[in-house]
């Protein structure tokens, strides 16, 4: 696999990971890479090296470039816990970089008056537990449901779920 050229990323990207003394792994440059050509990717890789920031930098990346006003990029997550911290992890860099990026979760116990925000006004990135995906195909009367039914997302990150 070969790195793209750096133009591939924005500025802002370049120098968000610059700001921290960071660079850009090459697998990270990849998943942009094939991202951007409109291919599907699986990444396997260690601990430690940024696997939940490259799962999300091609979206970033392609939110920026051209913002859209629905739903862009759901994750499913197997936990809770886990759908809440990948939130409030995005919402790091999303914030220090200044993205205009709308991040919010939905599982079981979003209170009522959040759901019927997200239904009229949904965020660009939703982190959603599994049970609620699982539970909402196909059902038209959910909310969930009718938001993922009628917004076509650009993209979906699904986590590994280890089986020990």
Known sequence: MHAPAMSLIPKIF???????????????????????????VLLVA????????????PSLIAFHQHP????????????KALAVDIARNLGEPVAEMGLDIRIETRTGDT???RRERQRKHPPHFLQASFVITSLTQGMQRNRVGKILAWQRTRKAVFPRVAKD
């Open 46 to 57: 260690p601990t430690g090296s940024g696997k939940t920031l490259c799962g999300f930098l």
């Open 68 to 79: 859209i006003d629905k739903v862009h990029t759901i994750y499913i997550s197997p936990l």
């Open 111 to 113: 209170p009522a008056s």
């Open 14 to 40: 370049n120098d968000w990971f610059d700001s921290r003394g960071w660079q850009i792994y090459p697998h990270q440059q990849e998943i942009i890479s094939q991202s951007q050509q409109g291919n599907s």
